[in-house]
């Protein structure tokens, strides 16, 4: 999970989100010139990996030890080859490739990447992503080039953390890396400005430069795009369709792990009562959704783990009902009203759903179950505000959340589930609190068997679909709009957050066509 401003929802943390304007960003044109102008829905709150930028690989300012290839399997980035894991799980050790620099010149070593991940396990630090990594014990560096990590308890997933970007040591604030586009500058509600490292160990990018503009509405961002202000933008599938067959421009469908649901604070009257939210799950019709808010670019989603992924578990999955989900709701002592909408002990079935005013995907998914709700005599109230309005609403209204990552069930859902992160910002929102799923998610990441993990996973799939946690409602399939042609795109499983991940992970491989 990459840091965005809100990424958490939007996809992950705080502050509020600039609009930009319906110019190009200060300075620079799109497409046409020799910078290629990148536009993202949301700002990033640092570009520090220590403080949880893009963790997962993706940025194209920091290389971690090892990073992703577009089927998503590891690949040595940083570490000349595969890390050694001891037989007991508890050490795992990299060597360096030799010659890397950073971009000022300064040779990498292994003090840079101890210093890296001593610095965000410092509690003091205080890092968004410090648990991801609270596996971790020790970690050394013996010689220049060899790392080695020492774990607490054996860690499947650990090697895949190690996509975390590597900064100098000492040089947290200056956002250097080793990567290949370096940092130039920053400009608040406006744009970021990258620059080809012709030194990059991997090859000089033929891109030279990149610039990353903020524009969080959607209409915005395909309104510059076709005024050729941008390159290229991720935008929402009815948004995107005007682009399809237009010459000199090529649309790409990234299958995802990303989804959509409702996120339901737990503690409250109605959202509370599983009656209520489990008949909203069979109310809602998530392949109309899909047909017609996602055109097609997508897939009904019930639960946290993507299809996409081996770890799924294909007994979630629920018809849609609204007849089940009145008698649910009559069972549960939840009687129509005389104006269509039950009532309870005095109480009306009714919540507030909120989600960003600038995602139009989120408003149509927010409408279509209020209308679905009401069907069944359950009172939606959608609201579109902005993410400083939100937050601090999120632990009495619920919510049109976004998360999900195809690279392990560890990730995402151990923040998301259990009970030590309850109300802790986007992290478990709701305060779920269930001591079995707090059990499985120990088992499934402290276990290296992986049937153990695979049998985890499945239960907790199923006690987070039978307490209906969420109302998942849609996987969402990515869909890039670019102008101009290039080779060496590859397209592959995303997680939620895409920016500069996803598709554009890879941009300083792309070349020109012809």
């Known amino acids: 999970m990459r840091v965005l401003k809100r990424a958490a929802a939007a996809g992950l943390v705080a502050a509020a989100l600039i609009a930009g304007g319906c110019a190009a960003p200060s300075g620079e044109g799109g497409a046409g010139d020799d910078t290629f102008v990148v536009g993202l829905s949301s700002e990033y709150d640092t570009l520090s990996p220590v403080l949880g930028f893009a963790p997962d690989g993706g940025s194209l300012i920091y290389d971690g030890l090892m990073s992703r290839a577009p089927d998503l ?45 001593d610095t965000l396990l410092d509690e003091a630090v205080a890092s968004p992503i410090r ?14 080039r060899t790392v080695e990590f020492r774990l607490r308890h054996a860690y499947a997933p650990f090697p895949q953390r190690t996509t975390l970007g590597i900064v100098k040591k000492d040089g947290l604030k200056q956002n250097i890396g080793t990567g290949p586009y370096r940092f130039e500058s920053w400009t608040p509600g406006d744009k970021i400005m990258l620059s080809g490292n012709a030194d990059y160990w991997g090859g000089a990018p033929a891109i030279d430069r990149v610039v990353l503009a903020f524009a969080p509405d959607d209409n915005v961002r395909a309104t510059r795009l076709r005024a050729g202000e941008l390159d290229a933008a991720v935008l929402p599938p009815k948004a995107a369709a005007g682009f399809r067959g237009e010459r000199g421009v090529t ?42 808010i996602l055109a097609g670019a ?19 999955e629920r018809a849609h009902d609204p007849a089940a989900a009145g008698r649910l709701l009559d069972q549960a002592g939840w009687t129509l009203g005389d104006d269509g909408i ?39 109230e959608p609201a579109g505000l902005d993410w400083d309005a939100i937050e601090p ?11 999900g990552s195809p690279y392990d ?19 478990n929102p709701g305060r779920y609190d269930n001591p079995k799923v707090d059990e499985l998610l120990e088992r499934g990441r402290g276990s290296v ?30 869909v890039y709009v670019i102008r101009g042609a290039y080779d060496g795109i590859t397209p592959g499983v995303e997680a939620h957050e895409h920016a500069t991940g996803g598709l554009f992970r890879d941009l300083h491989t792309w070349k020109p066509a012809g």
């Open 73 to 117: 399997s590891l690949r040595p980035a940083l570490a000349e080859s595969a890390p050694r894991v001891s037989a007991d799980g508890k050490t795992v050790t990299f060597r360096l490739r030799q010659g890397v620099r950073f971009h000022d010149g300064t040779p990498l070593t292994s003090a840079d990447v101890k210093y890296t991940y």
């Open 131 to 144: 648990g991801d990594f609270a596996a971790i014990d020790e970690v050394r560096a013996p010689d220049a």
């Open 251 to 292: 649309v790409y469908d990234v299958p995802s792990a990303d989804y959509r649901g409702i996120m339901y604070p737990l503690d409250q009257p109605v959202t509370g009562d599983r009656a209520i939210r489990e008949a909203v799950g069979l109310a809602v019709d998530r392949r109309a959704m899909v047909d017609t």
């Open 298 to 316: 997508g897939e009904p989603a019930y639960g946290p783990i993507s299809p996409r992924t081996p770890w799924y578990e294909p007994s979630v």
């Open 342 to 380: 039950r009532v309870k002990d005095g109480r009306r079935a009714a919540f507030t759903l909120m989600y960003p005013a600038g995602d139009s995907l989120r408003k149509e998914l927010a409408l279509a179950v209020a209308s679905d709700a009401k069907k069944i005599g359950i009172a939606v």
């Open 393 to 403: 609403r999120m632990p009495k209204d619920a919510l049109i959340m976004g998360y």
């Open 409 to 427: 069930p560890d990730y995402v859902n151990y923040e998301m589930f259990h009970s030590a992160f309850k109300g802790q910002g986007f992290f």
């Open 449 to 478: 068997d992986e049937a153990t993990r695979k049998a985890a996973y499945t239960e907790l799939q199923k006690i987070v679909h039978r307490d209906e946690v969420w109302t998942y409602l849609v996987y969402l399939t990515h």
